[in-house]
């Protein structure tokens, strides 16, 4: 299967829940039961999330499949929130 635009941007998402909520590419590609690789492959966009996998997403972001899938407005926030976090790791 093709990823598609959504696919990316959704991948994207899931990536900067991850980032702005402290869980590391590991603990979360262990929890969701897929290799790291499968995992980072699926935030690059690069491979679309099955619905069993966004299921075990919305349980370790504590939020609901709606909530999970659709942009909102707060998106901004939380990707600005993990570029941010990111920045100050390379400054220390």
């Excluded at 990316?8 to 590991?26: D, Q, S, V, Y």
């Excluded at 099955?50 to 901004?76: C, I, R």
């Amino acid at each position: 299967m093709i990823p598609t635009e959504r696919d990316k941007k959704l991948g994207c998402r899931i990536a900067a829940l991850r980032e702005a909520r402290g869980i590391t590419l590991i603990a979360l590609a262990e929890k969701m039961g897929i290799t790291v690789d499968a995992l980072a492959g699926k935030e690059r966009g690069e491979r679309p999330f099955k619905l069993d996998e966004l299921v075990l997403l919305t349980d370790a972001f504590h939020m609901s499949l709606e909530e999970l899938v659709n942009e909102t407005p707060v998106d901004y926030a939380i990707q600005r929130f993990a570029r941010l976090s990111s920045l100050r790791e390379v400054w220390r």
